[in-house]
Structures are given as C-alpha cells and as structure tokens.
C-alpha cells in the first residue's frame, strides 16, 4: 500500500446518488487500498447515504443542500480533524476514474493544488458550444492568475495537499462555481503552486446528469460571473493555517 493511500482522503459530494454510489465506493477503495473515503450527502431525498454507509464509506450528512463547494469545505474540516495530509475530490456519478488518482498524488510531490485535465491529451472527452467557449476563456484567464498552463480549470476532479487543504478548510467557496474556479484564484493568491494532469472522463453509472440543454446555455454568463467575483474579492487571510 503506498503511503500516501494511507494519508489520502476521498471526499466525493452526492445529492440523490443512491444509483451510483455503491459501486463508485466499491471501486474507490478497491483501486486505492488504504485510502480513506468520506460521502458527504449533500441534503439528498434518497437512499444516499445509506448505500454509502453500507459500501464501507464514512457518511458526513447535511441538513440542507449547499452545493459542492458546501459540501468539499466540510470534507476539508474533516481532513484536517482526522489527520489525513491529501484530500482528493471525486464525482460521487462515476464519471471520474479512480485509476487517475495516484497520478494526481504523485504531482502533489511537487505542487498543492492538482487538476485531473479533461482537455490534456487523454481519453476522447468533449464540449460544446457556451460550455466549451467558458471553458477556454476561463483557462486563458485562471493560467495567468495560478502561473501555469491549466486547460480545464472547471474540472471537479482534484488532488488537495497539506497547504491547500489547510487553506480551504477555512476559506473554500460554497457559491456556484466556486469550488472550481473561486477555489483556483484562492490557491494562486495564497501561494499554492498549482498543476495540471491528463485524466480521463467516462459516462455517469446512474442517477440524472446535472446539465441540461438550458443549463448549458447560461453557462457562459454564470461562469464569467463567477469569475468577476472570484477576481474581485480581497485575497484570504493567510495565517498559521496554512503554513508550509
């Protein structure tokens, strides 16, 4: 068992996984022994966590639906409080292999935020229209703000270490959008050096895509949006948190 399995947290956010989630636990602690794999039901109406508990995974459960970002602060806090260095962040739909996942802590050697990058040279995965066009504009901006080449900065699948699970344990952003783009200009302007690693997408094991046809098409304006915010906003205060 690698070592860094035994230091490493898998936080994956649901709300109403119960399709998926079992088989999504299975295969996260079957691929990464020793790993430990916190589900964070965000307010579900389901079976969720249920299903999450009887696959082996610790449930944290919230009385109401605060989105990923709500959800990811609290697997932050719970990190830090259990005493695992890395948190790795893991779509609760099976779209994320957890195969890419020593990659992303192997890049953690030499970085505190890493990215698992659709768009960086593996699998076949795509977007189109307002999506696709955000989606470029955002990595054009957020490569100057974090000093470095990131093609997919929306990605929700990430790698977390020392420094940036301190800094966002504190200070992650539960708006939309902001566990992905606020969290990126929070890192860069604390210091955290960022990275990107190809990884790979596959199809949901279950349950409703979040997207709709209309969602796509506001993409576009919320994701700028949320951009201005995230560029406007005083940096966080950098204490004894998040110290090297």
Not at 22 to 30: D, K, M, Q, R, S
Not at 80 to 101: K, S, T, Y
Not at 183 to 198: H, S
């Amino acid at each position: 068992m690698p070592a860094e399995f035994s230091s490493t947290l898998v936080v994956l956010p649901a709300l109403n996984e119960e399709e998926a989630i079992g088989a999504v636990i299975a295969e996260v602690l079957e691929t990464l022994p020793g790993v430990g794999c916190l589900v964070v039901d965000d307010g579900s109406s389901d079976a969720t966590a249920l299903v999450a508990a009887r696959a082996g995974a610790r449930v944290a459960q919230l009385p109401f639906n605060l989105g990923v970002g709500g959800a990811m602060r609290l697997g932050f806090k719970y990190a830090l409080e259990h005493g695992f260095d890395n948190v790795v962040q893991i779509d609760a739909d099976g779209q994320h292999d957890p195969r890419n996942v020593p990659r992303l802590l192997e890049a953690l050697d030499g970085a505190d935020l890493v990215i698992g990058a659709r768009f960086a040279g593996e699998g076949d995965y795509s977007v189109r229209g307002p999506r696709r066009w955000a989606m470029w504009f955002l990595a054009k901006i957020l490569s100057r703000t974090a000093g470095t080449t990131l093609t997919d900065t929306t990605s929700g699948l990430k790698a977390s270490g020392p420094k940036a699970v301190r800094l966002f344990a504190a200070h992650y952003p539960a708006e939309y959008l902001g566990d992905t783009i606020e969290a990126l200009v929070i890192a860069a302007r604390a210091g955290c050096v960022v990275r990107q690693v190809p990884a790979s997408m596959r199809v949901r094991q279950g349950g409703t895509p979040s997207h709709s046809p209309i969602k796509a098409a506001l993409y576009l304006g919320r994701a700028m949006v949320a951009l201005a915010f995230a560029l406007i906003r005083p940096p966080a205060a950098t204490g004894s948190e998040v110290t090297p």
